[in-house]
Structure formats: structure tokens, C-alpha cells
């Protein structure tokens, strides 16, 4: 079974529709929804609807829904017309940038991402 909700997290707010987002997939596992601070053209997070702290925590707890949030990840970006390629990020851990922990994916796409990683 998922951790609690705590009350405090901003991604289970979104999820219960008690904070608004701009929301462009949602299923029985996870919902999508427009970043506030994007870093491309297009910049989603998909966010399972069970609170886990991060990606590592929601593949231990609910395998299946690694899955889904890839293949919503991939629904998200062909509605948007990334037919030339998108990049997904699961940052796990402050030290590689995470600031809200319930896990989530990013999805960018949009522009040139480059070769990098970072
Ligand atoms: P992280 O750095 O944890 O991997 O990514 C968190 C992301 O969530 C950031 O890109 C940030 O802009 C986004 N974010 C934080 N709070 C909110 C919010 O309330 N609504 C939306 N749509 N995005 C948020
Ligand atoms: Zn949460």
C-alpha cells in the first residue's frame, strides 16, 4: 500500500484537484499536468496518484506504475507533436536538483535538448 498522503505536498493536492494545474492526461494511475516554470516548449510532469518521495520508492512500492507514468509520458508528447523526440528526467534526491518529493517525471520537449545530460 502507498505511504500516506502528507498534507503538505503540492503534487497530492494537484492529484486530489484541491490546487489547480494545468492538467493535459489523467488516468486510474497517474495525472499529467503543465510545469509552472517550464524549461521548454513543452514541460510536463507526470506525477502517479499515490504519494511515493521519489521514483526509486514508487518502483519498489508500485512497479507497474513506473510503466504508466512512461507511457503517459509518451501519450503527452505525441499530443503535442514531438515527433522529432523528448526527454524524460526523474530527479531522486536533492542533490540532483529534487524540490518536491512525490515522485514525478519530467517530460520536455519542443526545442534542441542537445547531446548532454544536463
Ligand atoms: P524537481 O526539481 O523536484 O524535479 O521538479 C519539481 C518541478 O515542479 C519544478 O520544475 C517546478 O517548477 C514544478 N512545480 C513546483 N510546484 C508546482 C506547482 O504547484 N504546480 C506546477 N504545475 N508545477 C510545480
Ligand atoms: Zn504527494
Known amino acids: 500500500t502507498a505511504p500516506a498522503r502528507p498534507d503538505d505536498c503540492v503534487f497530492c493536492k494537484i492529484v486530489a484537484g ?10 486510474e494511475t497517474c495525472v499529467a499536468f503543465r510545469d509552472l516554470n517550464p524549461q521548454a516548449p513543452t514541460h ?6 499515490s504519494h ?26 505525441a499530443a503535442d507533436g514531438l515527433d522529432q523526440g523528448y526527454r524524460l528526467i526523474f530527479n531522486t534526491g536533492a542533490a540532483a536538483g529534487q524540490t518536491v518529493f512525490h515522485a514525478h517525471l519530467h517530460v520536455l520537449g519542443g526545442r534542441s535538448l542537445g547531446e548532454g545530460l544536463v
Request: glycine share 4%; proline share 7%; no cysteine.
Open 52 to 77: 511515493y518521495a521519489n521514483a526509486a520508492e514508487l518502483a519498489a512500492g508500485e512497479p507497474a506504475s513506473v510503466a504508466a507514468l512512461v507511457d503517459a509520458g509518451a501519450a503527452v508528447a
Open 44 to 49: 510536463v510532469l507526470v506525477v502517479p496518484r
Open 18 to 27: 484541491d490546487l489547480p494545474a494545468d492538467v493535459v492526461h489523467s488516468d
